[in-house]
């Protein structure tokens, strides 16, 4: 069974625009890369002017690790990116209880908003793959 296509060159590139700040790599589960470019502005711009044609390798790598399922990955990213301290993404993915602490504490104080950005890919791929389908 072919998978289907789990996350968007078009967002991709849409994030890639603030690719400075790490959006892109952190749509495309690298957390890591995600908060040097962060902290860094894309590693002083030049990585974030390379990454313009590394992202349709980053898309095909996110298809390969991450299930597709019931949870749309660019739904629930759109979700956080914009809504997270509201705690809307987890309420997406069924969390309610979460979702209503995000929602009182602001995203956990931006702290929880800030897990959610480095696991958000796991958790979606986790809640897709227990999920009969």
Same mark, same amino acid.
């Given at each position: 069974?072919?998978?289907?296509?789990?996350?968007?060159?078009?967002?991709? #590139?849409?994030?890639?625009?603030?690719?400075?700040?790490?959006?892109?790599?952190? #749509?495309?589960?690298?957390?890591?890369?995600?908060?040097?470019?962060?902290?860094?502005?894309?590693?002083?711009?030049?990585?974030?002017?390379?990454?313009?044609?590394?992202?349709?390798?980053?898309?095909?790598?996110?298809?390969?690790?991450?299930?597709?399922?019931?949870?749309?990955?660019?739904?629930? *990213?759109?979700?956080?990116?914009?809504?997270?301290?509201?705690?809307?993404?987890?309420?997406?993915?069924?969390? *309610?209880?979460?979702?209503?602490?995000?929602?009182?504490?602001?995203?956990?104080?931006?702290?929880?908003?800030? #897990?959610?950005?480095?696991?958000?890919?796991?958790?979606?791929?986790?809640?897709?793959?227990?999920?009969?389908?």
């Amino acid at each position: 069974m072919q998978q289907r296509d789990n996350h968007s060159k078009l967002i991709g #590139y849409l994030l890639w625009l603030f690719g400075f700040l790490g959006a892109h790599r952190f #749509y495309y589960g690298k957390p890591v890369t995600g908060t040097i470019w962060f902290f860094t502005l894309g590693l002083l711009g030049i990585g974030w002017l390379i990454d313009l044609f590394l992202i349709p390798g980053m898309d095909r790598d996110a298809e390969l690790r991450f299930h597709s399922g019931a949870i749309d990955y660019n739904i629930a *990213w759109l979700l956080l990116t914009f809504l997270g301290v509201l705690g809307v993404h987890r309420m997406y993915q069924g969390k *309610w209880p979460t979702g209503i602490l995000y929602l009182l504490t602001g995203g956990l104080f931006l702290i929880g908003v800030l #897990y959610d950005f480095w696991t958000m890919n796991q958790q979606i791929s986790l809640r897709n793959a227990s999920q009969p389908g």
